[in-house]
């Protein structure tokens, strides 16, 4: 039995590097694994002795195969099922539409794990002074301890300019490393042989679909021996080794699966060629620091920065750990940029990783939060390239959204429910009472717009933004339609998700609606062109449902005032128009405001890790900064404890969201939340620490962009601001408040204005 000791002293007395995770053990669960990524590949290291254990993914290796998910015939069925929600008959109406409106069939498909490598080791015991980290200002994870008097050390990480995952083991004497390589997977008929060449080759075809998957590992030693025994390579007292390991799918495109991945994996270890673990160190560290290195952020010191990771974790909310969280908002970065780079797709709910061939709600994307919710912080957090990849599979769901808006309503333009998966299902999945849910696209289309109020590049709005919003825009158009009752146009058959069941005008739908055309009509401004389309646009608006105020004085849900101020649901999807949206704000509908305010009071703090994520936002728009900054705590805490019961979302040891189970969009969230806290522009103006916690009294944040094309750094102490400097990327107008004080002025592009704390020019 081996025993794990760490000890701050073997380390010199310093404190633990602040943008680090480090643990005194190997990982004994996946949720306390290591993750790394390069948008295409991760893999999650345990870092065992005396075995080790790198879990991996391929994002393209899922189930299923190239699917029209409409339900033909559906459209001649909208009419009835609007008429018996509009006679109350809610049951009925649910029940048609899971007979005749829903997908086919009914599910979708599930995001894949690809294969594990294990090394065994030999002659390692007695192991002391271990530790286990991740730096996130390399994006290297690391391994390394003692065995009796020799050191031994391993580096990890997954590089986008190589395509390769590569691992370095060595140690402080010749001659020591003796280990044995195998790749396997939990597809069922995997093969696993050694070739010719001497790479290992790791071949898998999923179970229920039509994608395989191949991988090849390519090792490299110094000194020693290799030897194959089967279909595992054997290494006797190597000085070092390297190991190589690409992998590749047959996906094409979402309507194409002819990819030859034994052939892809040749072209990458081709292009690798005889490079050396340094070499492509050097490369992957430089390109990834190029993104990582725009940012910074502290939030004050804390004793516990010296104590391992987990341990920190353990010690919230009991004792709030500051660092802690400016280290949540860095790992955020660093997901994002492991999970999804420029030319990828997207991260799903659980990023690219997922050890499950049975994974949690199939690790695909869920669009009625979160997934949204994983690319709130792309912009102001300056890695806005990520944002491509969300892009990317937008721009593949249109087609089959206009397929469904076609088959389903009869509509043009295109449209998308509450799920999409590898094959761009639109059609609603699952059931109709929260399935049938018609929003995703009037959402997810706002992603373009945003990423253009931060860049203010009109070339991207007319190519790529234009026509996937204008499509958005269009199918509402011919979607909406008269409420029998009161006379208003309404979203109708849709749900406020994932609760309530199949209604008339939920609130949620008419926020998004009616922020979408108002975006559409802005953006035909600026680009001069489809100006009648604005035009009905400007027509229509005003007749959709108003927002309304209930009974107990909370903003309504739904048409009705039925809201159960007793009813603690994870999701508050009402609030949408306070977060991430803008129909709902102090200064234009201060009414409104508090009565949103009132339906989160209601809805409780408890819930699942991205409902804590979002309710962090929510407090942070309200100006609330203590309230919020008690979530964060709640966000932070170990995974599902609430005072002594185990029940609420939270953090797993390895700083992984837990819903619970794992799911990355609480992490995203979270960080989103922490900077909404510090600086908000969507206003029309920049503002200053809008809702500072009084328990964030000292700190200083660099690199963190705004809407307008503005890249700010400030400092605050004692609660106040002490110095503030802005770029000016674009030569927009600078429009910038702090409490009571304001500052306007045109700004030329490239231009930096220095502020002091009461705004005045430095």
């Known amino acids: 039995m081996l025993t794990f000791i760490y000890s701050i002293n073997c380390f010199g007395g310093q404190l633990a590097n602040p943008l680090t995770l480090w643990y005194g053990k190997p990982a004994a669960i996946w949720e306390e694994a290591l993750p790394i990524g390069n948008g295409r590949i991760g893999a999650m290291i345990f870092g065992g002795i005396p075995e080790d254990h790198i879990q991996f993914n391929e994002e393209t290796l899922w189930t299923g195969a190239p699917h029209d998910y409409s339900h033909e ?8 099922i609007r008429e018996l929600i509009w006679q109350g008959k809610q049951e009925e109406a649910e029940g048609l539409a899971m007979e005749k409106f829903m997908s086919v069939p009914l599910g979708q498909r599930k995001y894949q794990p690809f294969g594990d490598l294990l090394i065994k080791f030999s002659g390692q015991e007695a192991i002391t002074n271990y530790r286990r980290e991740l730096d996130l200002s390399s994006a290297v994870c690391r391994t390394s301890y003692l065995s009796g008097t020799t050191s031994f050390s391993r580096e990890y990480l997954v590089s986008v300019p190589d395509q390769t995952i590569a691992i370095r083991l060595t140690a402080d004497k010749p001659g020591v490393l003796t280990f044995d390589l195998s790749l396997i997977s939990l597809h069922e008929g995997f093969t696993s042989e050694v070739k010719e060449d001497g790479t290992l080759e790791l071949n898998v075809k999923v179970k229920d679909g039509v994608l395989t998957g191949t991988s090849q590992l390519k090792l490299l030693t110094k000194g020693g021996k290799t030897t194959i025994l089967g279909n595992q390579l054997h290494i006797e007292k190597a000085d070092e080794a390297t190991i190589f390991i690409v992998a590749a799918t047959s996906f094409v495109n979402p309507k194409d699966v002819s990819g030859n991945p034994v052939i892809l994996c040749k072209k990458y270890l081709a292009a690798l060629g005889n490079k050396k673990f340094d070499a492509v160190k050097q490369k992957h560290v430089k390109d990834y620091q190029s993104y990582f290195n725009r940012f910074a ?73 979160n997934t949204e919710m994983n690319y709130w912080a792309v912009e102001p957090l300056n890695i806005q390239e990520c944002h491509d990849a969300l ?63 931060y860049s203010r590049d009109t070339a991207f709005l007319a190519h790529r933004a234009w026509p996937v919003l204008k499509g958005a825009a269009q199918f509402y158009m011919d ?68 927002y309304k105020i209930g009974r107990f004085g909370q903003l309504q849900e739904w048409m009705e005032d039925i809201d159960d101020p ?76 609430t005072g002594t019961q185990m029940t609420g979302g939270g953090s797993y040891p390895n700083l992984f969201d837990a819903h619970p189970p794992f799911q990355i969009d609480g992490n995203f ?34 690199g963190l962009r705004a809407r307008g094309g503005f890249e700010l750094e400030f400092e605050w102490k004692g609660g106040e601001l002490l110095k503030l400097t802005i770029l000016s990327k674009t030569g927009d107008p600078l429009n910038l408040r702090y409490g009571d004080k304001s500052y306007k002025a045109p700004t030329k592009k490239g231009e930096i204005l220095r502020f002091g704390h009461d705004l005045k020019r430095l």
Not at 73 to 80: D, F, M, R, S
Not at 670 to 696: C, F, K, V, Y
Request: net charge neutral; glycine share 8%; hydrophobic share 40%.
């Open 297 to 369: 952020i502290d939030l004050g010191n804390s004793a516990s920065e010296e104590l391992p990771t987990d341990t920190r974790i353990k010690g919230v909310p009991a004792q709030m750990d500051n660092s802690l969280a400016a280290l949540y908002v860095q790992y955020a970065r660093y997901l994002m940029l492991s999970s999804s780079r420029p030319g990828t797709y997207p991260a799903t709910l659980q990023g690219i990783w997922n050890d499950k061939l049975n994974p949690p709600w199939d690790s695909k994307y869920t669009v009625n939060i």
């Open 566 to 641: 007793l009813y603690k649901h994870r999701h508050v999807s009402h609030l949408w128009g306070v977060f991430p949206g803008k129909e709902i704000t102090w200064q234009e509908t201060p009414d409104l405001m508090e009565a949103a305010r009132q339906s989160l009071i209601a809805r409780g703090d408890e819930g699942t890790g991205w409902s804590l994520a979002w309710k962090i936002n929510f407090w942070a728009r309200f100006r609330d900064g203590n309230h919020a900054w008690n979530m964060v705590k709640l966000l932070l805490r170990p995974a599902g404890q």
């Open 479 to 546: 979607f909406l339609v008269a409420d029998p009752k009161s006379g208003w146009l309404v979203s109708c058959p849709s749900n406020s998700p994932e609760t309530g069941g199949l209604v008339s005008g939920p609130t949620m739908d008419h926020e998004i609606i009616k922020s979408l055309f108002k975006i559409c009509i802005e953006a035909s401004s600026i680009l001069h062109k489809d100006q009648s389309f604005a035009d009905s646009l400007k027509l229509i608006l005003p007749k959709i449902a108003p």
């Open 669 to 702: 969230g979270g960080a989103s939340g922490i900077i909404e806290m510090l600086m908000q522009s969507h206003l029309n103006a920049i503002d200053i620490l809008p809702a500072l916690p009084s328990s964030i009294p000292n700190g200083h944040i660099r």
């Open 73 to 80: 015939g559906a459209a001649q069925y909208l009419g009835k």
């Open 391 to 453: 892009f990317k599979m937008l721009e593949e769901v249109v087609p089959s959204g206009q397929q469904v808006a076609r088959v389903h309503y009869n509509a043009k333009g295109w449209v998308l429910h509450h799920n999409t998966d590898l094959w761009r299902g639109a059609a609603p999945i699952n059931h109709s009472n929260h399935g049938l849910w018609v929003s995703g696209s009037g959402w997810l289309s706002q992603h373009f717009w945003e990423h253009f109020l």
